[in-house]
């Protein structure tokens, strides 16, 4: 586990290390626009969740809004935050059978959440409502598992057996470039900033694309 880190004037992030996948598991809080969200919250320490208590009182000016999920596996600590923070849980409508909990709200692709976030349902993933959010002001891209970065600067998808059909999951990647990012924040491995988009476009061209683990 790891203490908040702030990865750009906006954005903080923290992770916990899985042992068995030996990547880290990415959260993240993000404020803009006079609001603020969290992503996909791992595990933190009692200490660094202080920490994150008290940056959310620092920024009171744009109030904590919501627990926002890419998928449901990375529902990983959302309910006790849910409670600790006083804050609803929003994930996508296909994925609300499959989560340990009653969801507060479920958005659908297209969807203007908060911090101006567009929501991009990737089909065919491991779970039916993995999606992405997309900042456009910022130029990000947070991506639950659709994308992982086991290696810093590259990309690669989870293995085959996680999909029904890995070479539709990928194609529904595609629709990720029609937008305009530089930086894709990862919800496992390492995030990649600044050739985002670059890395993408060599990740869809790539002809191993459909062995990577």
């Known amino acids: 586990m790891s203490a908040l880190k702030k990865i750009s004037p906006n954005l903080y992030q923290w992770f916990e290390f899985s042992v068995e996948k030996k990547l880290n598991f990415n959260g993240y809080y993000l404020i803009c626009d006079g609001e603020s969200v969290i992503i996909d919250p791992p595990v933190l320490a009692d200490d660094d969740l202080q920490n994150l208590k008290n940056l ?17 596996h990375h529902e990983r600590t959302s309910e006790i935050f849910k409670e600790i923070l006083s804050v ?8 609300v059978d499959e989560l340990g909990f009653q969801p507060d709200y479920t958005f659908v692709d297209g969807d203007q959440l908060f911090c101006g976030l567009k929501v991009i349902h ?25 994308l992982i970065g ?10 085959p057996e996680k999909f ?3 070479n539709e999951a990928r194609k529904s990647l595609h ?22 988009k670059k890395i993408f476009e060599d990740f869809l061209s790539s002809s191993s694309i459909g062995k990577q683990t």
């Open 56 to 72: 959310i009182k620092e920024n009171a000016d744009s109030p904590l809004k919501a627990i926002l999920l890419t998928n449901v």
């Open 175 to 196: 629709v990720l470039g029609d937008f305009d990012f530089d930086c894709l924040l990862l919800g496992d491995g390492e995030s990649i900033f600044g050739v985002g």
């Open 88 to 95: 609803p849980v929003y994930i996508h409508e296909n994925d």
């Open 164 to 166: 029904v059909d890995i």
């Open 122 to 146: 990737l089909e065919n993933q491991k779970s039916p409502g993995e999606s992405a959010f997309y900042l456009e002001g910022q130029k990000k891209m947070f991506i639950g598992d659709a």
């Open 150 to 159: 086991k290696i810093p600067g590259k990309l690669n998808m989870l293995p």
